[in-house]
């Protein structure tokens, strides 16, 4: 377990890490910062920086210690959510960002209300502070600190404090620059820590044998593991529907409406240099994607041979850091910390965006200042992290597996929201009354059937929900005239072309995801 040699690491990291995002976030003398610079990062971002941070926004404690939870239970098909987010990115990168760059956006609220207008972009930012601060920031908080506790005994209070603390001392400041910059750092942790608790695993399966030999082995000894579509029969069938998990609608609904509309990811690629930068850095994340399951998943496999037995799935990942040498152990440790203090951070950049810039600042009747904003934001970041904290015990410590947990939760939202931002861009029909009925809609559905059909697959419920909800979009626009919008979007002002480069690499990464499923379908 933790020695001094352990704590000395982490202690460097934690120094190494704040003072990059100081050094990164220093404004020239005399220049007043503007909201731009601190929400967006002055839309500067390099395309390495944003593929590096969109990864370490999205990889974090419900990815790394819940995915290699359900890789312990279930197997690699878990991975379907990481392999297939590399479509998800290539339509996001195609379709999605040439529209949002063009309209020099700060949030997708905002974006709602010019293309409605007030009521829906108030709708959807009390939404997503919600479920920002009390899913998301309560969960990577929560698992954080199991993570902590289970390696090195400190209480799960003192974890969650102190995970809020590391995230405050670099992104309070700094805002999305210091945020997407030091995500460099963290992204290279995190894959260094996984494939080195993947390594170490492997070979202590295999007796020293090496990392070929031990994957023989757990094949060998768990070939059901490494099923990438589950049988009806299979106790997991619920979560992952077998080949409905890619043919059905769900698991690309909830896809297309967390990387093409959720706030904290597309934040990234809104700080981009230009369009083409911001593409090669999406692209850049998808073949990150694709190597996500052998980081987080595969620890989950050789748990399930080397403790069989654990009191709770979601303790599979640090179990398996107990395997790793000390110092190794510091190291892999620091890039756990990494992708969670990273998650948090770019969560309460994108819930101090929405707040002041879709809340305070429209319902503010004076004119408010560049250095203002700022503060209102910094001070968004403290409340919410503090709230998180407090509430992370009570609303996640009777869970085992918090994964599918947020999985199904997020699914009563997801079908109504993608609705309403492919209206809001692909058609010029869609009302702002269309709009709040698809919302409301597909959140009253969502719960009836949940309800009413617990035995239904919540991948097949997102479908069917999306599907009703569009159709009562549909049917309030046509009662309404059926005519085209004021503040529609005129899409032959926009340039959808990719590079040369971005369509062979799509050829590539299509390709990679067929052989995988064909091989180990």
């Not at 073949?287 to 989950?300: A, D, R, S, T, W």
């Not at 069989?308 to 756990?336: H, R």
């Not at 994108?350 to 503010?364: A, L």
Request: hydrophobic content about 55%; overall charge neutral; charged content about 10%.
């Amino acid at each position: 377990m933790f020695n001094t040699l352990d704590w000395i690491i982490v202690g460097l990291y934690c120094i190494g890490i704040i003072s990059l995002a100081t050094y990164v976030s220093r404004t020239s003398s005399g220049k007043e910062r503007t909201a731009e610079d601190y929400f967006l990062a002055g839309r500067s971002l390099p395309w390495w920086a944003i593929g590096a941070s969109l990864i370490a926004a999205n990889i974090s404690a419900e990815q790394i210690i819940g995915m290699s939870g359900q890789g312990f239970v279930v197997g690699m098909a878990i991975a379907v959510w990481e392999l297939t987010a590399a479509i998800a990115l290539i339509v996001m990168a195609k379709f999605f960002l040439p529209l949002f760059l063009e309209k020099k956006i700060y949030t997708m609220p905002q974006f709602l209300e010019e293309r409605f207008d007030r009521r829906v972009s108030l709708v959807l930012s009390f939404f997503w502070l919600t479920v920002y601060i009390f899913i998301n920031l309560t969960t990577v908080l929560w698992l954080g600190s199991i993570a902590i506790h289970t390696l090195t005994g400190l209480s799960l209070i003192n974890g969650l404090i102190l995970l809020a603390l590391l995230s405050l001392a670099y992104s309070l400041f700094g805002g999305l620059k210091a945020v997407a910059m030091t995500d460099i750092v963290q992204v290279i942790l995190l894959i260094f820590g996984g494939l080195a608790v993947s390594y170490i695993a492997l070979n202590t399966i295999s007796d020293d044998s090496g990392v070929l030999s031990g994957l023989t082995i757990v094949y060998q000894e768990l070939p059901e593991k490494f099923d990438m579509i589950l049988s009806q029969d299979n106790p997991s069938y619920e979560n992952l529907p077998g080949i409905w998990i890619l043919l059905g609608a769900g698991v690309w609904i909830g896809h297309f409406a967390y990387w093409g509309f959720n706030q904290y990811i597309t934040q990234r690629a809104l700080g981009a240099k230009s369009i083409k930068e911001a593409q090669k850095g999406v692209m850049f994340a998808a073949y990150l994607k694709l190597l996500m399951p052998l980081v987080i998943v595969l620890p989950g496999i050789c748990a399930a041979i080397l403790f069989p037995v654990l009191e709770k799935s979601d303790q599979a990942y640090p179990t398996m850091m107990s395997l790793l040498p000390n110092g190794l152990l510091g190291l892999t440790f620091a890039a756990l910390i990494a992708a969670i203090v990273s998650s948090l951070a770019s969560m309460t950049n994108s819930i101090s965006t929405i707040f002041t810039m879709d809340i305070y600042r429209k319902f503010s009747k004076n004119h408010v200042s560049q250095s203002k904003l700022i503060s209102i934001g910094r001070n968004t970041v403290i409340v919410s992290l503090l709230i998180a904290v407090i509430v992370a015990k009570p609303l996640l410590g009777s869970f085992d597996s918090i994964f599918q947990y947020i999985q199904n939760f997020t699914g009563l939202f997801t079908p109504g929201i993608l609705v309403i931002f492919l209206v809001a861009l692909f058609w010029n029909k869609a009302t702002t009354l269309s709009t709040l009925v698809a919302a409301i809609s597909s959140l009253v559905l969502s719960v009836v059937i949940s309800f009413t059909f617990p035995e239904l697959p919540y991948i097949h419920r997102m479908g069917i929900v999306f599907f009703i909800s569009g159709f009562a979009c549909y049917m309030t626009a046509l009662i309404q005239g059926y005519q085209v919008q004021a503040k529609a979007i005129d899409l032959n002002g926009i340039d959808f072309t990719t590079s040369k480069s971005f369509n062979i690499n799509t050829i590539i990464v299509v390709s990679v995801l067929a052989f995988i499923y064909i091989t180990f379908a």
